[in-house]
């Protein structure tokens, strides 16, 4: 809209001015006419005196209706009825609340949401992915260490092969004592069957003893991590 400056003569001579806002200078000396119409006058003048007025209410609400009566001339099913469907209603609104609301305002606001949701809701997903992940992961850790619980030996088959680990061990030291005795024994004929004999089964019978200490050694350490997992079960 613009406003302009319109000056008039009465009949007597006298000059008066007025601004008046509207679209073209035609409409602003026809408001003029209306507003003064009760004397008598000559316009003499009609000079822009401000570009980019708001309109007034009363200007929108009939520039709407000349719109609406357009519309209305096409027909119901015309494309440019259906593409004002509900604009009419929110100028209205506009007008008379002073609200700046509009369909493309909302459509935009609700896609704007719409984006919004869609970034919480990806995320969400992303965090239901990663909980299976981690869920499926934990399964398979029970699974396995069920299956381990069900193959391992009990913690009284554990002791049972240190016990009977611990009398192999006593067994082999008692023997190896046994032969180094023999050995001292025929230390004065070392090329003699009774001297070899002593010195083989000496060695073989140390040898099983540290195997059987390394063994029971492994037996207990195992007897150790089968209480402990069944004290967390």
């Given amino acids: 809209m613009t406003t302009y400056t319109i000056t008039a003569e009465r009949e007597n001579g006298t000059t008066f001015t007025d601004n008046m806002t509207a679209a073209t200078a035609s409409e602003a000396r026809k408001a003029f006419r209306e507003v003064y119409r009760h004397g008598k006058f000559t316009i003499t ?40 469907e509900g604009t009419f209603e ?28 869609r970034e919480i809701i990806d995320d969400l997903e992303k965090k239901l992915r990663e909980a299976e992940q981690t869920i499926a992961a934990r399964d398979a850790e029970v699974e396995a260490l069920e299956s381990f619980r069900a193959q391992a030996l009990t913690e009284s088959e554990l002791a049972d092969i ?13 023997a190896a004592a046994t032969f180094a005795d023999a050995i001292v024994k025929y230390a004065d004929d070392p090329t003699s069957a009774d001297f070899i004999t002593a010195v083989q089964e000496h060695r073989r019978c140390t040898r099983n003893a540290e195997n059987t200490r390394r063994l029971r050694h492994r037996v207990e350490t195992a007897e150790t991590a089968a209480h402990n997992i069944n004290a967390g079960a």
Avoid at 92 to 108: L, P
Avoid at 162 to 174: F, G, K, P, Q, T
Wanted: include cysteine.
């Fill in 45 to 84: 003048g009609c000079e822009v005196y401000a570009e980019n007025i708001c309109a007034t209410k009363e200007q929108e609400r009939e520039a709407l209706a000349k719109i609406k009566a357009i519309i209305e001339t096409l027909g119901p099913g015309s494309y440019l009825a259906t593409a004002f």
């Fill in 162 to 174: 240190r016990e009977r680990l611990d009398a192999s061990e006593a067994e082999d030291e008692a």
């Fill in 90 to 117: 929110d100028a209205e609104t506009n007008i008379d609340y002073d609200f700046g609301d509009s369909m493309k305002r909302r459509w935009e606001s609700e896609k704007e949401t719409s984006s919004h949701l």
